[in-house]
Nanobody, 116 residues
Framework: QVQLVESGGGLVQPGGSLRLSCAAS????????MGWYRQAPGKERELVAT???????NYEGSVKGRFTISRDNAKNTVYLQMNSLEPDDTAVYYC??????????WGKGTLVTVSL
């Protein structure tokens, strides 16, 4: 059983920062990609950023230059540093883990609200 637990969400004013964390535990073998996705009210879930085991990263266009994804492979943890937050960043943020064998696991999500 694999569990992903996200933390770090909350309410922040426009222009502020938050750091999300996602820790994976359980029977995990050979993690390939760890990433963050988000789903805003009334919208489909979308990719935010991913980080591969080889160190490669990928970002959705609107977050480039504002968000930074990083991994601590020894701790099976992925982080998302979010700066210059905007109201359009308001969403539930989900962590996803993909193994080299193609298995996918999702966290339950953490809410980020950007508002005055």
């Amino acid at each position: 059983q694999v569990q992903l637990v996200e933390s770090g969400g909350g309410l922040v004013q426009p222009g502020g920062s938050l750091r999300l964390s996602c820790a994976a535990s359980g029977s995990i073998f050979r993690i390939n990609v760890m990433g963050w996705y988000r789903q805003a009210p009334g919208k489909e879930r979308e990719l935010v950023a991913t980080a591969t085991s080889a160190g490669g990263t990928n970002y959705e266009g609107s977050v480039k230059g504002r968000f930074t994804i990083s991994r601590d492979n020894a701790k099976n943890t992925v982080y998302l540093q979010m700066n210059s937050l905007e109201p359009d960043d308001t969403a539930v943020y989900y962590c996803k883990l993909t193994t080299f064998t193609g298995l996918e696991y999702w966290g339950k999500g953490t809410l980020v609200t950007v508002s005055l």
